[in-house]
């Protein structure tokens, strides 16, 4: 009551009533920073408290130093929830500070605190000496890519931390490759919140790096993160040597069935998994997919998949039309014979052209797979002036032309995954380069999935630029 008098503001009366108590939660109180200093002046030389929650009171820099001073004195609070309080950067400066100098806190709340890049240095430098946290949230603040960098350098060099919520950053591309080099080399953190970021395909591959080395990480959370079915298979590289992870979420990403059985799979074919519940609740499956979970399930019989449900004709797309042409040019192909070759018997003269009937019937005798529509189909392509008579040298003109379209695709194909090795290539690099930055020479890893040896001091580290 005297700080309060001091600081000349009203005493808030669930203040009054927390007194002596182990928690006191004065969320949304509308402190400001003088009810902030009136509070850490009180509770100065309380050995009972252990918990204080301060959410949404606007207490801003000037409030996170009197809480600073605060903990500097009171050994006691153990766990701290200061979010949505407007500290910006100056204080996360106060934070970071306080965290450097304190020995008593295990957990500590900074959701929403407006925090940006640059900020998330304080913290690693901070934490590189501090192994007593053990839970830090810094969820819906607006770390980008220099951010992803400095918390990955938080992961590499902190020994202690076990719960890292980063939900709601901005976390994509570089930064969040660079903070997955921290995460290969972290020995500690068992849970990890990384939904609402966008770390997209090119994560994907980095995570699934991690994950094959990384051996404490239980619980994983990549919801809404732009991930594809083709991010889930780069996912799943780490996933085949990683025997420590036990839940992952994976919910609103541009994942099909395709993904899912991916995974399924992936569980199914890796005996020391310890993959036990797998969240894709907007992912509607098939009944393949649920034959291959239950299959699983016999030698994983704890594994849960949490999916939105089974359509019937879902995943089965239409089948392609097949060109007739190409079907007799394939067939001629295969046994190595010519136009001519087939065509003989009822072309004596070697004009190429044929009458209908004959043409007709010498495609019905022979075994070409053709039905009667794609035959008729053919008919018309070949007699286009209804002279009832075929010129069969359309279909050395459609090889031809076949035969370029053919090389023409397999150009197309060949650059796009010319494309796909070099990004992934330029991904690894940048991977590699984050994670040689922060691991000392003696400090090797053996083998994915492997034991790892000591670390030595902390090491900073960014990427290469790409």
Not at 363 to 384: H, W
Request: aromatic share 6%.
């Amino acid at each position: 009551m005297q700080a309060c008098r001091l600081e000349r503001v009203i005493p808030v009366s669930q203040f009054v009533r927390n007194i002596g108590t182990a928690t006191m939660t004065l969320n949304h109180c509308g402190l400001g920073p003088s009810g902030c200093k009136a509070i850490a002046t009180a509770l100065v030389g309380d050995t009972q408290i252990h918990t204080l929650e301060l959410a949404g009171n606007y207490i801003q820099a000037e409030g996170s130093r009197y809480l600073m001073q605060l903990l500097r004195f009171n050994s006691s609070i153990e766990h701290l929830d200061l979010s949505n309080n407007h500290l910006k950067s100056d204080g996360a400066e106060w934070m970071a500070k306080m965290l450097s100098d304190n020995i008593s806190l295990k957990t500590i709340k900074l959701s929403g605190s407006k925090f940006v890049d640059d900020d998330a240095k304080h913290f690693a430098d901070a934490l590189s000496t501090n192994s007593r946290l053990k839970e830090l949230d810094l969820s819906h603040n607006e770390f980008c890519g220099k951010g992803g960098e400095y918390l990955g350098q938080l992961l590499a060099n902190n020994e202690g931390l076990e719960v890292l919520d980063l939900s709601w950053n901005h976390l994509r591309m570089k930064g969040a490759v660079a903070f997955c080099a921290g995460l290969k080399v972290n020995t500690t953190l068992k849970h990890l919140d990384l939904s609402w970021n966008g770390f997209g395909n090119d994560g994907a591959l980095a995570i699934g790096e991690a994950l094959k080395f990384n051996n404490t990480l239980v619980h994983l959370n990549l919801n809404n993160n732009r991930l594809t079915n083709e991010g889930v298979s780069m996912l799943c590289r780490g996933l085949e040597y990683n025997d420590t992870l036990q839940v992952l979420l994976l919910a609103y990403n541009s994942l099909t069935v395709e993904g899912a059985l991916v995974l399924v799979n992936i569980v199914k074919n890796t005996p020391k998994t310890a993959l036990d519940e797998i969240d894709l609740c907007n992912v509607q499956v098939n009944q393949n997919f649920v034959h291959l979970l239950e299959v699983t399930r016999q030698e994983h019989p704890g594994l849960k998949v949490h999916y939105r449900g089974v359509g019937g004709f879902i995943a089965k797309k239409p089948q392609k039309r097949i060109d007739p042409m190409k079907v007799v040019q394939d067939y001629l192909d295969k046994r190595k014979l010519r136009l001519w070759d087939f065509f003989r018997n009822i072309d004596k003269d070697g004009t190429m052209q044929v009458p209908v009937t004959d043409f007709r019937r010498a495609i019905q005798q022979s075994s070409i797979p053709l039905d009667g529509y794609q035959v008729e189909e053919l008919i018309q392509r070949l007699d286009r002036g209804r002279t009832g008579m075929v010129d069969y040298r359309g279909l050395a003109d459609t090889r031809k032309q076949m035969m370029r379209d053919h090389r023409l695709q397999l150009k197309k194909v060949e650059s796009r995954q010319k494309k796909e090795k070099q990004k992934s290539d330029r991904i690894l690099k940048t991977f590699q380069s984050a994670v040689e930055a922060v691991t000392p020479h003696s400090s090797m890893v053996i083998s994915p999935g492997g034991a790892k040896e000591e670390s030595g001091g902390p090491q900073a580290f960014l990427c290469n630029p790409s």
